[in-house]
């Protein structure tokens, strides 16, 4: 079955960077479109970042852009999401999912595939 593990989270300063990985196995993760979302405590889960099958194509919420860079290794069946100037509004946990379509969609419907999440805190 398709797993998901996500790791990378962790405590950081605001103006710090981290970098999340999320680990796929039981799929041909060259065929699956990637995405990350956030969920903050008493918030709706939110789009982040979504990239294409071979990562020549990506999008971002307007909150993470210029700030976040979604990129892949399908040779390490792996996504990541390096996240640099963070800020105390970032602080959420974050969860790796996947669909294996071509169209990039930001809607948690479109993705059928999910991690268990990890969490990522920034202090001001």
């Known amino acids: 079955q398709v797993q998901l593990v996500e790791s990378g989270g962790g405590l950081v300063q605001a103006g710090g960077s981290l970098r999340l990985s999320c680990a796929a196995s039981?799929?041909?993760?060259?065929?699956?479109?990637m995405g990350w979302f956030r969920q903050a405590p008493g918030k709706e889960r939110e789009f982040v970042a979504a990239i294409s099958w071979i990562g020549n194509n990506t999008i971002y919420a307007e909150s993470v852009k210029g700030r976040f860079t979604i990129y892949r290794d399908n040779a390490k069946n792996t996504v990541y999401l390096q996240m640099n100037n963070l800020k105390p509004e970032d602080t959420a946990v974050y969860y790796c999912?996947?669909?294996?379509?071509?169209?990039?969609?930001?809607?948690?419907?479109?993705?059928?595939?999910w991690g268990q999440g990890t969490q990522v805190t920034v202090s001001s």
């Open positions: 039981g799929l041909t993760f060259s065929s699956y479109t």
């Open positions: 999912a996947a669909r294996a379509a071509v169209v990039l969609v930001t809607t948690t419907a479109g993705y059928p595939y």
